[in-house]
């Protein structure tokens, strides 16, 4: 049975929820060129391999004749996005804010309890 290289990009891609326009973007292409590409019966392996690492999905399954799971997994390791890592600061900075908040709550509520009152 023949793979279609298209429609498997883009079952995966629209299952996972990406968009087509952060996708064209990083691929530095106009959108027009993504959907060419859902209708492409064989695709470069070039192409499919940057929009699994884009993706973050490892195309070896759907398409073992192409790729095998090595050729994804250390490049998807590899290019964990600076978004990637500022959403990871962004949850630790969180809970630390929270912690430093609800500390805050608790010395205020201690403070009103005693009816003690100090101006900041």
Sequence with gaps: MAHHHG??????????GHSISDISRLMKVNRRSVYNWFNQPKLRPE???RIGCIIKYDFSAELPHVFNSEDFA???D?????QDVKEEMVVK????????????????????????????
């Design 7 to 16: 429609h498997i990009v883009e079952k995966v891609i629209r299952r996972d």
């Design 47 to 49: 192409i499919i391999f």
């Design 74 to 76: 250390s490049e998807i």
């Design 78 to 82: 590899k290019n964990k996005t600076s």
């Design 93 to 120: 900075d969180d809970d630390y804010w929270k912690e430093k908040y609800t500390e805050l709550l608790k010395s205020y509520n201690r403070l009103k309890q005693g009816h003690i009152f100090v101006a900041i």
